[in-house]
């Protein structure tokens, strides 16, 4: 049967020919031109007795600029994710990190600005037309550069960052890039990418689940030694840089980075914790219903019926526009968009990283879509989730620069409540009592992996810093911290668990974004919160959360919630009320699978 929509995504209408593209290699030579003169005449200005309007005009090129580094960093990053044995890629990835390098140190030099304004200059400033747009950013940014070292020491930083802490990720990338991961099939040995034996283990199969586990484990196990490096060295100069300016928590630069106060994230971890003892009471149920004692960490995802139907990529286009559909229908148009322009690359083949993401090109204002599509209920779960990330940016090109930079648990937002709206309607629409039961188990693991598996990654990333800051941490204390974070995290519920996690999860390894996991806790809880007013109706929701998203870029969460939820994030009650909602699927699930 002819496929409607391609499952390869269309890069070439950004920059034609790939890795090799001369227009974006004439691209990038213009960028770093742009950049090194920029930052000359900003050295100047900073030197002579500029104007407040003249500065004004800076920080509006500087926006400019910024989309530019920002469009070739997206086509490197889909560049490098669909082939990891591109080598020119590689190269690339370099030459952007370079360029951001220099962005950075631009960036500086405006804050060091920021910071020099009396306070007349400073009212002045604010009050032309440019500024008034970005306030939020611009005091946010005056604020931050008050808690760091002097301009040129932070530039020096981003400097030697390049050499010193990000090639430590494109290392980690590097390593996952020569990876496979061979399983007996049929008496055969086959080799997948691990992107695909990730897959593997969402097998309907225990016996092909559990085999694509131990060979998965046994393939970072193999590297292990590597992976320490490059976690031990990233989390060593994050330690130093955050020594020299003075910061001893290390969750200040995530909470800042997440526009979030610290009591916001331990009242949402406390109440989950509270809840918890009903979701192990869940994956007792399924054990049973898996003929099992307990789960492993690899049957929390395993289907429960035999029977689950493969949707094809065909039909998850259309399930999800038209459930996005019933709750906002430019959210539904632009999903149709996304497809028909082949925004998204999906297809299954060797070669690819695992997981997925969602990048966007500001200057283009268009984005992209990454993942491995098999056909399973959870892959059109990621197909919305990253859908939903897109249209988030979708709906903020018109706003300045600064001003799009939302933080990333405002990010996962936007990203849940579509994969709930595609969730919701999956379940209530289901044929049969069996399917039924299928597709809420689908949403429970995912709650269990936004509780547990999510608070086991917290936890570790939390315990290995602080032991870290004493010296380098082995392999062997690694595997030890990720399994007793597991363990804590997931109640002590599951047979096996997975020691070399900590190696596997990309999240630990990225530079750009320091405790890359409570966001997505965070953003699953308050989607939730909007999907009941969703749920509620009312003509005008549709206007009212592309309000909400709009404005994700320049505010504090707690007063994102408050202007647009009416809600406290630093009380218990509205966590309570998102997790109650998650509860009403649970006992349903419990109700219906009773006598089985």
Known sequence: MTQQYKQVWDLDSIFPGGSNSPEFKQFLDEVEVELTSFSANLDQQKAGSSTVEQWANSVVHTQEIGKKVREAGAFVSCLASQNVKDEEAKLLTGRIKQLSSLFSAIMTTIDEQLLTFNGEEWERFIQLDEMKEILFNLNERRDQAKEKLSGDKEKLIQALSIDGYHAWGDFYNTIVGRMTVEMEENGETKTYSVGQAANKMNDKNRDVRKHAFQEYEKAWAKESDLFANTLNHLAGFRLKTYEARGWEDVLKEPLQFNRMKK?????????????????????????????????????????????????????????????????????????????????????????????????????????????????????????????????????????????????????????????????????????????????????????????????????????????????????????????????????????????????????????????????????????????????????????????LLRDTGRMEVEDLAKKHLDVDLTQPEFWQKAIDLIKEDLNTFMELTEKK
């Open 263 to 547: 009591k916001t994230l331990d009242v949402m971890w406390d109440t989950i914790t509270k809840n918890k003892s009903d979701f192990v009471k869940y994956m007792e149920r399924k054990a049973q219903l898996l003929d099992l004692k307990q789960l492993d960490m690899v049957d929390i995802g395993a289907p429960i019926s035999d029977k689950v139907e493969e949707v094809s990529y065909d039909q998850a286009a259309e399930m999800i526009t038209e459930q996005f559909r019933a709750f906002s229908p430019k959210m539904a148009d632009f999903a149709q968009m996304a497809f028909e322009k082949s925004w998204i690359e999906a297809e299954s083949r060797p070669g690819k990283r695992p997981g997925g993401f969602c990048t966007s090109f500001p200057m283009s204002e268009e984005s992209r879509i990454f993942m491995t599509y098999d056909g399973s209920a959870s892959n059109v779960a990621t197909l919305a989730h990253e859908l939903g990330h897109a249209y988030h940016q979708h709906v903020m090109n018109d706003l300045p620069q600064m001003a799009q930079r939302y933080a990333m648990n405002v990010a996962e937002t936007a990203s849940t409540f579509a994969e709930m709206v595609v969730a919701d309607a999956t379940v209530k629409n289901a044929k049969t009592e069996e399917a039924k039961i299928q597709l809420l188990d689908d949403k429970l693991n995912r709650s269990v992996a936004f509780f547990m598996n999510i608070h086991a990654r917290f936890l570790f990333e939390s315990r290995f810093y602080e032991e870290r800051k004493k010296g380098l941490v082995s392999v062997q204390r690694l595997n030890e911290l990720m399994l007793e974070a597991q363990r804590e995290a997931y109640c002590d519920s599951l047979g096996e668990y997975s020691p070399h996690f900590w190696a596997s999860k990309l999240h630990f390894h990225i530079t750009y974004v320091p405790f890359y996991n409570f966001p997505y806790t965070f953003g699953y809880l308050f989607s939730m919160g909007i999907y009941a007013q969703a749920a509620e109706g009312g003509n005008d929701f549709e206007e009212r959360y592309i309000s």
